[in-house]
Structure formats: C-alpha cells, structure tokens
C-alpha cells in the first residue's frame, strides 16, 4: 500500500487542511498519517480562532510516523508561527522524505493569517529548499518573490524568481487571476501550462489543499511530477465541478465524487 503524510493544521468544518488531504489520499487509494500544526475552529464561512500545537508534538508526531512506518510522499499545509516552520524543517531534514509538496497556506479563503507575517523568512530559507515542489497561489507567489503577478507573462517571470530563491519546482496556481484557471509548472528548466476550464461556482473551501494533497498522493504511486501535477489537476477540477452546497460560505470540494463513481455507484 502507498502512503502519504500531511503535516497541517485541523479545520473543524472538514472543508480544508488535514481533513481535506486524508479525504484526498483515501480517494486516491493511499493510506494517509497526519501531523496535526495547529487547530482552527473553522467553518465555510470564517476562521474563529487558532490554537498552535507545541513544537515538541508537532516533532514528536513527526518522529512517530517515520520511526516506526513507510512515508511515500509528505505534504505540507498550514505552518502558523516561525518556530512551527523551523521545527518542520529541522525533524524533516533528519529522515529526507522522497517526495515533499509544500503548500504554502498563508491567509484563508475569508481572510484569516493562517502563517504569522515573521514566519514568512523561515519557510523561505528553512522549508522551500526542503521541497520537491511548491504550491502557491498567486497571492502568496507576490509575497514570496516580491513581485506584482498580473498575467501569465508575470507568472513566468515569478517562478523564475523561484529558482533564484532555491525552488527545485513550482506549481504556480493562476486560480486568482480572472481567466481560466491556468496553472503554470515550472521545473527548473522547462514550463508547462496545466490548463483548466473555470467553474463558476461559489464552493472551492479546501481547494488549496486538495490539490496539493492530490499531488502527494500521485507521487507517492510511481508518478513523475509533471504527470502528478496534471492528474492533480484534472481530480480538483471534478472536486469543484461536483463541490458540495454544505454550510453558508464556501462550500467543501467532493472527494466523494471520484470513489463513487469508481464504485458505480453514482449515477450521474
Ligand atoms: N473556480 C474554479 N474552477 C476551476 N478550477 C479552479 C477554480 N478556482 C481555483 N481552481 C483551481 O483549483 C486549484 C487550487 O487553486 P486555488 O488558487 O483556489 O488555491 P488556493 O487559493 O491556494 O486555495 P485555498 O483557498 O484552499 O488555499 C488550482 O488548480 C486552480 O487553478
Ligand atoms: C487548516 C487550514 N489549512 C489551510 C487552509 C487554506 O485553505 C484553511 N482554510 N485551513
């Protein structure tokens, strides 16, 4: 059996963070371990408050996991404070994972800090060198490269920056910006636009982290990164397409959709 770690924080509304990746890595058929961050109270409306978990659990938790079972790929989401970013860092570098995907979760959907503004430096220095691949969103690439990101032609230009800044590989995800959502990958060398078709829809809590979840699981299978990214790709597409009309905001993506219709057992 494949296997996939998460290391973020908890959404009590189950739309985003480590809920949405366990759900991601049992849709994708592989088993899912989780380090638990911090923990919100959250629903698809707002976030209401956030509790950090010390950093020695959140190293305890680490050490368990390796220590005693096989990690085929780990992602990382939800940091919150400096000291989270370096003790990650720190108790990663000491077992080198094969596959690290970093999402680098700063604000949520309803405009909450979800990674202090002094933790900022650390998850460039200490954790982006640390990643086989980052996932940031168009907001998150502006603050981490310094630059305005207003189209595609920028979007380049940022994950060139990315490089500079240590990167091995970036999804830069074009979600925010008011085309389809085209996301550009960027390996170091060659680009490729990972195209897909906007849904107009008012339900993408989790987005985020589904998608980087989905890459994980990917490559915890055997998969290249390009092609991990692609599937990826086209599983957040159906999770949006198929999202769930649950609470009064935003709305969690489907995970059920794809094991259904595996099953048969969804008639649509
Ligand atoms: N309305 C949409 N329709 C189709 N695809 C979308 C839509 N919105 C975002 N995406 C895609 O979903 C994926 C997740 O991107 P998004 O930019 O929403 O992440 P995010 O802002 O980090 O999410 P989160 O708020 O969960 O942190 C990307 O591949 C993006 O292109
Ligand atoms: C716990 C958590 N992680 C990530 C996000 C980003 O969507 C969120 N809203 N909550």
Redesign the pocket.
């Given at each position: 059996m494949k296997t996939a770690l998460t290391i973020a924080g908890s959404d009590s509304g189950g739309g985003?963070g480590i809920q949405?990746d366990l759900k991601t890595f049992a849709a994708h058929g592989v088993y899912g371990m989780s380090v638990i961050t911090a923990i919100t109270a959250q629903n698809t409306v707002e976030v209401r408050s956030v509790q950090n978990i010390d950093e020695q659990i959140i190293q305890d938790q680490i050490e368990a996991v390796f220590d005693d079972l096989k990690v085929d790929a780990v992602k990382i989401g939800m940091l919150s404070s400096p000291s989270i970013v370096t003790t990650v860092a720190e108790t990663l570098a000491k077992y080198q994972p094969n596959h690290i995907v970093l999402?680098p979760?700063m604000?949520?959907?309803g405009g909450h800090r979800l990674l202090a503004e002094d933790a900022i430096s650390a998850l460039k220095e200490e954790l982006m060198p640390l990643a086989d691949i980052i996932?940031?969103?168009?907001?998150?690439a502006e603050i981490l490269t310094e630059q305005k990101i207003l189209n595609e032609l920028d979007m380049k230009s940022a994950c060139i920056s990315f490089k500079k800044l240590g990167v091995k590989s970036v999804?830069l995800?074009?979600?925010?910006l008011s085309t389809?959502?085209?996301?550009l990958f960027y390996d170091g060398e060659n680009f490729y636009w990972?195209k897909?078709?906007?849904?107009?829809?008012k339900n993408?809590?989790?987005?985020?982290?589904?998608?980087?979840s989905a890459i994980a699981a990917n490559l915890a299978k055997g998969n290249t990164l390009l092609t991990s990214v692609q599937l990826?790709?086209a599983y957040?597409?159906v999770a949006?397409?198929h999202s769930l009309d649950l609470g009064n905001g935003?709305g969690p993506t489907n995970h059920f959709y794809e094991l259904y219709k595996r099953a048969h057992l969804m008639n649509q």
């Open positions: 985003a949405a999402d979760v604000v949520s959907k996932t940031p969103n168009i907001p998150e999804l995800k074009g979600g925010h389809d959502p085209n996301d990972v897909g078709k906007r849904v107009h829809t993408t809590h989790g987005t985020g982290c589904t998608l980087s990826a790709k957040i597409e949006i397409e935003h």
